[in-house]
């Protein structure tokens, strides 16, 4: 019976760390996409449907917080800006006369302006503490990338020839993403 206690015993201290293993894996939340932070950005979000499919989308959503959907959502931006430039780049080589040449380099600035005030406002929200003051420059910052490419529109609707839909598509999808970092800001408080 002493032996059988012994064998018991040593069994069960082998298994104790299995046990502790399984329980502490149960007692850990079950780390799903919390999605409330993000529906509650996304509806007032100009165009909730992409502002849920893009911030869904990126693994960090899961675990980020009022500041981390921020700077996703301007990383998220930043790229599609980049990308626009591109664009104007390919529109810029095709263009025929140099009124048309103009207004795509005009687009061009505006939309490397747009990344430089993103990179601002993300620059702000690594900040360990946010003041009113930056708070304040984070929406003026993101204003300005908001207007570039309404200002871009704007050069086509003077004189013809009329903005390529491409390009059309491409300023209404970066409004639409700067439009979550502003709501982002809007919902930003200091401290």
């Known amino acids: 019976m002493v032996y059988s206690f012994k064998i018991y015993s040593s069994l069960l201290v082998s298994l104790v760390p299995w046990f502790l293993f399984i329980s502490l894996s149960d007692a850990r939340p079950n780390r ?11 509806s007032q979000a100009q ?27 301007i990383d998220i931006a930043r790229e599609d800006a980049k990308q626009t430039l591109n664009l104007i780049a390919l529109f810029m080589k095709e263009a ?11 687009c061009a600035e505006l939309y490397g302006g747009a990344i430089d005030d993103l990179n601002g406002a993300g620059q702000i929200l690594n900040k360990k503490v946010l003041s009113p003051f930056d708070i304040s420059t984070f929406r003026i910052k993101a204003s ?7 200002t871009c529109e704007d050069g086509f ?15 209404k999808k970066f409004k639409d993403l700067c439009d979550i970092v ?3 800001g809007a919902s930003l408080k200091s401290g």
């Open 32 to 42: 799903k996409p919390t999605t409330t932070l993000i529906n509650q950005i996304c």
């Open 47 to 73: 165009n909730s449907s992409l502002c849920l499919q893009v911030l869904e989308s990126d693994p960090r959503s899961a675990r980020a917080d009022l500041r981390g959907l921020g700077k996703i959502s």
């Open 96 to 106: 025929s006369n140099s009124s048309l040449k103009r207004r795509y380099d005009v």
């Open 144 to 150: 300005a990338a908001f207007d570039g490419p309404v």
């Open 157 to 171: 609707d003077e004189v013809p020839p009329k903005e390529p839909s491409k390009l059309k598509e491409a300023n």
């Open 182 to 184: 502003l709501v982002i």
